[in-house]
């Protein structure tokens, strides 16, 4: 009969070390479960020295006992086992539990927020053996978890298989453009040279206004925040409430169509690039973003001065120009950035480029609308399976 245990009669720890063992190192990751940790790093970070390392054999679970809340935690696949990090905690299942089984709970929103609550209060986040001991789990019979785990798995294979599609459709923007004019920098298609300031006029800087530190429902405008276009594309949820009393000039507000760009951030950061194809009517520009004013009449298409400013040539040009004493912190001039030269290919094959890009959009709404949808749905899946109703 499928009731809710405690895990406590169901897992152990295993603590065994490496000692003189050969075998495979691995570090645990978010997103892809056991790597061997020299794949995950450039060079080996781990002692050379690994006596001490724990042991752990195919079908254990390990996690990170401080990152367990973020998904740290996947089942060794290995069939001769590994070692892993003494930070880790081992977990073996037995008395029919199956570990595939409670890895889609340790991961599920109701595994969570048991996990959460296990470290309420505490300084710094971990959740020690003895704390996962103490969740319940529903436990249905030996055959009902695998065909629970049979179906979270093959929800799961959609969404991983969105992913690797969305991830495919975010290199063609990028790969079109080199496609269809090369590398800025080096220019081996021999498009005409120009100064940025042949078809740009300026720069329109928003304000720094002092933020609300709370939400307050009466907070008409929201400013953006440096890291709304840090990521190449424009996010307005990334934004602060403004006070209630506000009132904004009317050029500080972010337009459909505004190329925005980040006058400070990191070397490698700074001088990001983001167009807005939408924008809810009341996103506000702050001091350390500007929107790209153009010359008159129009010698360029925004949309490939977008991808232009993005593409890695020109993104190490940007960061060479920075200036700043912090050494995080990098800022650059409106004259440093329009002193610098630019292809500029015919306007009528940069409009065919951005008739390109738009088209890709819809595409990727609609991926993204997909995404949303399985997500969802594996969710669902999760909360239904450990309610005991899937």
């Known amino acids: ?42 060079k080996q970070v781990f002692s050379t020295d690994i006596s001490n390392y724990k042991l752990v054999a195919q079908n ?10 973020v998904g740290s935690v996947a089942i060794c696949p290995d069939p001769q086992g590994g070692a892993v990090s003494p930070m880790y905690v081992i977990v073996r299942c037995k008395n029919g539990l199956l570990p595939a089984y409670l890895l889609h709970f340790l991961k599920s929103d109701v595994g969570l927020a048991e996990i959460n609550l296990r470290t309420e209060g505490a300084v710094r986040f971990q959740l020690k053996f003895k704390d996962l001991q103490r969740i319940p789990i529903y436990l249905p019979s030996k055959e ?3 065909r629970i785990v049979r179906l979270l798995d093959e929800a799961d294979a959609l969404r991983r ?14 790969a079109l453009f080199h496609e269809m004019f090369g590398d800025p920098v080096l220019n081996e298609k021999g498009w005409p040279l120009v100064l940025v300031s042949s078809f740009v006029h300026g720069f329109e800087a928003g304000k720094s206004i002092l933020t609300e530190g709370i939400e307050n429902p009466k907070s008409q405008y929201r400013v953006l925040k440096v890291s709304a276009v840090t990521w190449k ?14 009132n904004p000039l009317i050029h500080h507000i972010v337009r459909k169509g505004d190329l925005l760009f980040s006058r400070a951030n990191t070397t490698q950061l700074v001088g990001a690039t983001a167009f807005v194809f939408e924008t809810p009517p009341n996103i506000l520009l702050p001091d350390k973003l500007w929107r790209f004013v153009w010359e008159e009449p129009l010698k360029i298409d925004p949309l490939f001065v977008w991808s232009l400013f993005l593409h890695p040539s020109i993104r190490y040009e940007l960061g060479s120009r920075a200036t700043g004493t912090s050494g995080s912190m990098k800022n650059i001039s409106m004259q440093k950035v329009l002193s610098m030269k630019a292809i500029l290919p015919p306007l009528a094959l940069q409009h065919e480029f951005a008739a390109r890009v738009q088209a890709a959009r819809v595409i990727q709404a609609q ?18 399976a450990f309610a005991g109703e899937l």
């Open 1 to 42: 009969m499928s009731h809710n245990v405690l895990l406590a009669n169901y897992i152990e720890e295993i603590r065994t070390r490496l000692r003189n063992q050969q075998r495979t190192v691995y570090s645990v990751t978010n997103t892809k479960g056991f790597v061997p940790s020299l794949d995950v790093f450039d």
């Open 60 to 69: 254990d679970l390990a996690y990170n006992p401080s990152r367990i809340n």
């Open 144 to 146: 009902e978890q695998t």
């Open 161 to 174: 298989l969105r992913a690797r599609a969305d991830t495919r459709m975010a290199a063609f923007i990028p």
């Open 233 to 246: 594309n424009y996010q307005p949820e990334e934004s602060k409430p403004v006070p209630p009393d506000y």
């Open 367 to 384: 991926q993204a609308a997909s995404r949303a949808r399985l997500e969802a749905l594996f969710q669902s899946m999760l909360a239904r």
